[in-house]
């Protein structure tokens, strides 16, 4: 039941590090496609003063999630909730702060567009969007290991692919969110830090 992703037992503590002073100091943060739940266990782990709401449209994620909450105990992680990023209506009206890890690139641009809106709806302002993964930067050359992932990505389905910081950033902007602060993150990925204005 409960999943581990070699992906994430690598990259949460170097995303924790960078999250960490951009969440607020309580409330409710909600992770968006939440995957095996090896994420929201870490950062529930390491800031109990936050209440996490893990979410993924996949019962078997959801319930990897749930099974990890409940082997370490967690107090602080909401039981998983049933969502598609790209569903115009979601079970849940309200955060503090949202999370999105590895979700842009292996899901159709309609389900960005979705989390971008849907973060709009629920943020209130100066509420912290993080968004984590592989991006394509204009003007900058791209890591050979980038350019083969979004190959192989693109082949399995044609509706996947990395995509570029400036189209993921003018959403963001055309949805009343800041220029996001930038962060390079190890195996070539990104850390987009935004804020609803």
Known sequence: ????????????????????PHLPAHGLVLEVASGSGEHTAHFAQALPHLTFQPSDPDPDARASVDDWTATLGLANVLPALALDAAEPSWPIDRADAM?????????????????????????????????YGPYLREGVETAASNVAFDRDLRA?????????????????????????????????????????Q
């Open 1 to 20: 039941m409960r999943r581990q992703a070699p992906a994430a037992a690598r990259n949460r503590q170097p995303i924790l590090e960078v999250l960490r």
């Open 99 to 131: 999370i999105c890890i590895n979700m842009i690139h292996i899901s159709p641009w309609e389900s960005t567009v979705g989390l971008i809106r849907g973060a709009a709806r629920l943020l209130a302002r100066e509420g912290c969007l993080f968004l």
């Open 156 to 196: 399995r389905n044609s509706a996947w692919g990395i995509r570029t910081l400036e189209q993921v950033a003018a959403l963001a902007r055309t949805n009343g969110f800041s220029s996001p602060l930038v962060f390079e993150m190890p195996a070539n990925n990104l850390s987009l830090v935004l804020r609803r």
